[in-house]
């Protein structure tokens, strides 16, 4: 693991039976041992992806464009921690993740970010999928609606393979810290 990562997520990756590495590109994380600033959101952290129903893609599974930075100081989020940026470089950065996708079909989109008043209130969210590409943009400011960890941008078709990405960008956020965390497609019924 990086040096720099709080303690709390390093404890709960070790109690773990699995391990997650940083993400190589992303900078280490500033914030000194245990440091958090809502305590009582801790119990929503959820440290493995794995456990998560659906397509589930970490910061770690995803491409970064720019100098994203690793931070656990607000809970919740999903593995070792979430990606921000910085609050700089605007319009320059970006975060994809590319989802193995096993079925032509509906899914619904989901990202995950923690959320308070430094976090921007415009960050856009955009889906390319069988249809085009659709931009979504958030208040990353408000907790998102599932365990104040996932938000849900809408269900879209998908079709089987790579061809589909999901992208986080910095694009008209300025002043404020847009958060990366994880990706959730869960399969939606045609009923």
Excluded at 105 to 127: D, K, L, Q, W
Aim: glycine fraction near 8%; proline fraction near 8%.
């Amino acid at each position: 693991m990086k040096p720099g990562l709080p303690q709390l997520a390093l404890a709960l990756a070790a109690s773990a039976s699995f391990a997650i590495e940083p993400h190589p590109k992303a900078a280490t994380n500033p914030h000194k041992v245990g440091e958090v600033d809502i305590a009582a959101n801790v119990k929503f952290i959820i440290a493995d992806p794995k456990t998560l129903p659906g397509i589930v893609l970490d910061e770690t599974d995803a491409v970064l464009k720019g100098t994203w930075q690793y931070s656990t100081h607000t809970p919740p989020y999903v593995g070792i921690g979430y990606l921000h940026d910085q609050n700089s470089g605007k319009g320059t950065k970006s975060v994809i993740w590319t989802p193995e996708i096993p079925k032509t079909g509906n899914y619904e989109v989901r990202v995950s970010h923690c959320s308070n008043v430094r976090r921007a209130t415009t960050t856009p969210v955009t889906i390319r999928h069988a249809g085009g590409s659709t931009t979504v943009r958030i208040n990353q400011q408000s907790p998102p609606e599932h365990d104040r960890l996932f938000r849900s941008l809408g269900v879209f078709v998908f079709k089987k393979g790579k061809s589909g990405t999901v992208m986080i960008s910095t694009d008209g956020t300025d002043g404020k810290y847009v958060i990366a965390d994880a990706l959730q497609l869960l399969p939606v019924s045609d009923k």
